[in-house]
Protein backbone atom coordinates (compact mmCIF):
# COMPACT_ATOMS: atom_id res chain seq x y z
CA UNK A 1 0.00 0.00 0.00
CA UNK A 2 1.75 3.52 -0.83
CA UNK A 3 1.53 5.84 1.67
CA UNK A 4 1.13 9.72 0.93
CA UNK A 5 2.91 12.27 3.22
CA UNK A 6 2.91 15.98 2.30
CA UNK A 7 6.28 17.20 2.09
CA UNK A 8 7.18 21.04 1.65
CA UNK A 9 10.97 21.63 0.90
CA UNK A 10 11.78 25.19 2.44
CA UNK A 11 14.58 27.13 0.53
CA UNK A 12 17.19 26.94 3.38
CA UNK A 13 19.99 24.38 2.32
CA UNK A 14 22.32 27.34 1.53
CA UNK A 15 21.87 28.94 4.56
CA UNK A 16 20.56 26.33 7.30
CA UNK A 17 24.00 25.19 8.42
CA UNK A 18 26.16 28.23 8.51
CA UNK A 19 26.63 29.69 12.14
CA UNK A 20 28.55 32.47 13.25
CA UNK A 21 31.35 33.97 14.86
CA UNK A 22 33.45 33.29 11.85
CA UNK A 23 37.26 33.96 12.06
CA UNK A 24 37.91 38.07 10.39
CA UNK A 25 41.31 36.27 8.71
CA UNK A 26 38.84 33.94 6.75
CA UNK A 27 36.50 36.95 5.13
CA UNK A 28 37.28 39.94 3.17
CA UNK A 29 34.39 42.42 2.83
CA UNK A 30 33.48 43.16 -0.80
CA UNK A 31 30.47 45.48 -0.31
CA UNK A 32 28.43 46.94 2.10
CA UNK A 33 24.12 46.49 1.11
CA UNK A 34 21.09 47.58 1.91
CA UNK A 35 18.06 45.78 0.67
CA UNK A 36 14.14 45.65 1.28
CA UNK A 37 12.00 42.42 0.52
CA UNK A 38 9.41 39.69 1.71
CA UNK A 39 11.31 37.39 4.11
CA UNK A 40 9.89 33.61 2.35
CA UNK A 41 11.72 30.91 4.80
CA UNK A 42 13.62 31.16 8.17
CA UNK A 43 15.83 28.78 9.52
CA UNK A 44 16.08 27.95 13.40
CA UNK A 45 19.85 29.67 13.65
CA UNK A 46 17.64 32.74 11.85
CA UNK A 47 19.39 32.76 8.60
CA UNK A 48 16.79 33.19 6.00
CA UNK A 49 15.87 33.70 2.80
CA UNK A 50 14.90 37.45 1.32
CA UNK A 51 13.03 37.50 -2.02
CA UNK A 52 13.27 41.65 -3.47
CA UNK A 53 10.63 43.37 -5.75
CA UNK A 54 12.80 42.00 -8.88
CA UNK A 55 12.26 38.67 -7.71
CA UNK A 56 15.87 38.20 -6.81
CA UNK A 57 15.97 35.24 -3.55
CA UNK A 58 18.61 36.40 -1.57
CA UNK A 59 20.33 33.93 1.03
CA UNK A 60 20.48 36.18 4.42
CA UNK A 61 23.28 35.18 7.08
CA UNK A 62 21.64 36.55 10.34
CA UNK A 63 24.70 37.74 12.57
CA UNK A 64 22.20 38.86 15.63
CA UNK A 65 18.43 36.92 16.59
CA UNK A 66 16.24 39.17 14.51
CA UNK A 67 12.91 37.17 15.46
CA UNK A 68 12.42 37.05 11.73
CA UNK A 69 9.04 35.25 10.57
CA UNK A 70 7.83 34.31 6.84
CA UNK A 71 5.53 37.06 5.79
CA UNK A 72 7.62 39.82 7.24
CA UNK A 73 9.03 42.64 5.04
CA UNK A 74 12.19 43.49 6.25
CA UNK A 75 14.83 46.54 5.30
CA UNK A 76 18.00 44.58 6.22
CA UNK A 77 21.37 46.10 5.94
CA UNK A 78 24.64 44.17 6.26
CA UNK A 79 28.10 43.44 4.53
CA UNK A 80 28.80 41.03 1.49
CA UNK A 81 31.56 38.95 2.52
CA UNK A 82 34.25 37.04 0.44
CA UNK A 83 35.11 33.63 2.72
CA UNK A 84 38.35 31.86 2.30
CA UNK A 85 36.47 29.12 -0.08
CA UNK A 86 35.91 32.17 -2.56
CA UNK A 87 31.79 32.25 -1.52
CA UNK A 88 30.52 35.48 -1.40
CA UNK A 89 27.74 35.39 1.51
CA UNK A 90 25.42 37.96 2.51
CA UNK A 91 25.88 38.77 6.38
CA UNK A 92 22.76 40.62 7.84
CA UNK A 93 23.90 43.19 10.88
CA UNK A 94 20.73 45.00 10.68
CA UNK A 95 17.15 44.58 10.11
CA UNK A 96 13.92 46.89 10.44
CA UNK A 97 10.68 45.43 10.22
CA UNK A 98 8.48 47.11 7.46
CA UNK A 99 5.53 45.00 7.77
CA UNK A 100 3.56 41.62 6.58
CA UNK A 101 3.25 40.70 2.75
CA UNK A 102 1.79 37.29 1.51
CA UNK A 103 4.04 34.89 0.53
CA UNK A 104 4.79 33.57 -2.62
CA UNK A 105 2.69 30.39 -4.26
CA UNK A 106 4.46 27.36 -4.07
CA UNK A 107 5.66 25.52 -7.42
CA UNK A 108 5.02 22.13 -7.72
CA UNK A 109 7.99 20.69 -9.51
CA UNK A 110 8.54 17.06 -10.70
CA UNK A 111 10.87 16.34 -8.80
CA UNK A 112 13.32 15.06 -12.00
CA UNK A 113 12.78 18.72 -13.25
CA UNK A 114 14.26 19.70 -9.90
CA UNK A 115 17.44 21.57 -11.34
CA UNK A 116 19.59 23.87 -8.25
CA UNK A 117 20.34 26.69 -10.87
CA UNK A 118 16.64 27.24 -11.30
CA UNK A 119 14.76 26.44 -8.02
CA UNK A 120 17.24 27.55 -5.49
CA UNK A 121 16.25 29.37 -2.64
CA UNK A 122 12.46 28.74 -3.90
CA UNK A 123 9.28 27.12 -1.79
CA UNK A 124 8.77 23.61 -3.55
CA UNK A 125 6.19 21.05 -3.64
CA UNK A 126 7.51 17.67 -5.00
CA UNK A 127 7.03 14.35 -4.84
CA UNK A 128 9.29 10.89 -5.08
CA UNK A 129 9.89 7.58 -3.40
CA UNK A 130 11.67 7.98 -0.14
CA UNK A 131 14.62 5.49 -0.47
CA UNK A 132 16.89 6.97 2.61
CA UNK A 133 15.82 8.51 6.22
CA UNK A 134 18.10 9.10 8.69
CA UNK A 135 19.01 11.63 11.11
CA UNK A 136 21.47 14.34 10.26
CA UNK A 137 25.00 12.91 11.91
CA UNK A 138 25.73 16.94 12.79
CA UNK A 139 22.30 18.19 13.98
CA UNK A 140 20.01 15.33 15.09
CA UNK A 141 17.15 18.16 15.32
CA UNK A 142 17.37 17.14 11.37
CA UNK A 143 16.29 14.53 8.88
CA UNK A 144 18.06 13.74 5.82
CA UNK A 145 16.05 12.54 2.94
CA UNK A 146 16.35 11.21 -0.28
CA UNK A 147 13.59 11.12 -3.09
CA UNK A 148 13.56 8.93 -5.98
CA UNK A 149 11.61 9.81 -8.96
CA UNK A 150 12.69 7.28 -12.33
CA UNK A 151 16.48 7.62 -12.56
CA UNK A 152 16.49 11.39 -10.10
CA UNK A 153 17.36 11.64 -7.13
CA UNK A 154 16.76 14.86 -4.40
CA UNK A 155 18.34 15.31 -1.41
CA UNK A 156 16.90 17.64 1.49
CA UNK A 157 16.59 17.84 4.93
CA UNK A 158 13.66 18.94 7.31
CA UNK A 159 13.88 19.89 10.80
CA UNK A 160 12.08 17.42 13.25
CA UNK A 161 10.33 17.66 16.29
CA UNK A 162 10.55 15.28 19.34
CA UNK A 163 7.61 13.71 18.64
CA UNK A 164 8.72 12.71 14.66
CA UNK A 165 12.48 11.61 15.67
CA UNK A 166 11.20 7.75 17.02
CA UNK A 167 10.24 5.80 13.45
CA UNK A 168 12.40 6.97 11.02
CA UNK A 169 12.38 3.70 9.46
CA UNK A 170 8.86 3.40 8.87
CA UNK A 171 9.16 6.07 6.31
CA UNK A 172 11.17 3.76 3.93
CA UNK A 173 9.41 3.46 0.85
CA UNK A 174 6.66 5.90 1.58
CA UNK A 175 5.75 8.68 -1.25
CA UNK A 176 6.41 11.86 -0.24
Known amino acids: MTRLFPILLAP ?3 VADVTFPLNPKEVECVECFRYTGLVTSVARNE ?3 LE ?4 ARLPMLAENRFDLSPGDIAEVRG ?5 DNGMCLQHV ?3 KRLGRGPLPPTQEVPLEKIKAADHANRRLKTEGTLVLARQDEIDSTYLQLILKEGSSFLNAALELSDGQKDNLSDLLGARL
Open 47 to 49: NFI
Open 12 to 14: LAL
Open 93 to 95: YQV
Open 79 to 83: KTLRH
Open 52 to 55: RSDG
